[in-house]
């Protein structure tokens, strides 16, 4: 993994410098954790929230991801929140990561066509843009509760010409080894953990390690309470993150048949990607 610090350094990553730092802290965190709640979710409803309305109606789930990740919303509310808040900056820092970590495991990977299993993958996003960039044949199949997303990620993967390299399969994912019969070379779990209870992701790993050989990779992500907003989400978008640091999900992965854990930071510290490997 050291060959990969290059790539790592080279990832156009966004930063917050010291003064809007210290500014969040002073001013703009205690402001949006201890307005009334419903005065802020009646601005949101007022300005037609786009963000705020994806969180009400599924929170935490995949369309509010992919509003942080393109960027650039057109409500003022949502132009505020996603350019300026820590949490939809480190999402699109996460995705960059997890894109390069994914491009750097399927370009390293033994296997002639490399296997990338996604579990809870919403439209697949970073898989997509790895699938994209790497140098090497892979495809990936791309599980989710619900296939709300699975046309928005069909087109888009067939956009960057990776269409035929995806797979997208219904079905909850602990049961996936009922799912599933092509051994996986990388198993992903982005943006899910923090929605589950350590029993959930125990659950989710175990029937995850049953299907992967010896050596293969899991890619999964931390969240830390360092975007200073648990409040604002918890009360307003009413959603309700279980934040861990990497090596709490490390002890709950190696309980789960995991070892040789390398975690990354994005430059805001509130996400790490971290890589493990499944035990012989
Ligand atoms: C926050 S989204 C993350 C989507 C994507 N991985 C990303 O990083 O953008 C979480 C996804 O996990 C899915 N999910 C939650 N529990 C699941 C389960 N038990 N089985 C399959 N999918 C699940 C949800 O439907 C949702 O699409």
Redesign the pocket.
Do not use: E, K, N, P
């Given at each position: 993994m050291e060959n990969w610090i290059n790539d790592i350094e080279n990832i156009e990553f966004e930063s917050h410098g010291p003064v809007r730092r210290l500014l969040k802290t002073v001013v703009i965190n205690p402001l949006i954790n201890y307005i009334p709640a419903g005065i802020t979710k009646g601005l949101l409803k007022l300005t037609k929230s786009e963000l705020a309305h994806a969180n009400w109606n599924d929170p935490?789930?995949?369309r509010s991801?992919v509003i942080s990740y393109e960027g650039n919303p057109g409500q003022i509310a949502d132009k505020l929140l996603v350019t300026g808040g820590s949490v939809p900056t480190a999402l699109r820092n996460r995705k960059r990561l997890g894109a390069t970590v994914l491009t750097k495991l399927i370009e390293e990977s033994d296997s002639d066509d490399a296997h990338i299993l996604?579990?809870?993958?919403?439209p697949g996003?970073?898989i997509i843009e790895a699938l994209k960039r790497a140098n090497g044949a892979a495809h990936a199949t791309l599980?989710?509760?619900?296939n709300d997303?699975f046309e928005y990620g069909q087109q888009l993967a067939d956009s960057e010409g990776v269409g035929h390299k995806v797979r997208y399969i219904l079905?909850?994912?602990?049961n996936i080894d009922d799912l599933l019969h092509e051994p996986p070379d990388i198993v992903t779990m982005?943006?899910?953990c923090e929605?589950l209870t350590d029993e959930q992701i125990i659950e989710?790993i175990v029937a995850a390690a049953s299907v992967m050989p010896a050596g293969a990779s899991i890619v999964f992500n931390s969240i830390s309470k360092r975007h200073g907003t648990d409040r604002f989400f918890r009360r307003v978008f009413g959603l309700h993150m279980n934040h861990r640091s990497p090596e709490e999900l490390q002890v709950l992965m190696s309980e789960a048949g995991f070892m040789n854990f390398t975690a990354i930071p994005e430059p805001l510290g509130v996400y790490h990607m971290i890589v493990g490997r499944r035990k012989a």
């Open positions: 935490g789930g995949w991801m996604c579990l809870g993958a919403g996003i970073t599980v989710d509760i619900s997303a079905g909850d994912v602990r982005i943006g899910i929605y989710i």
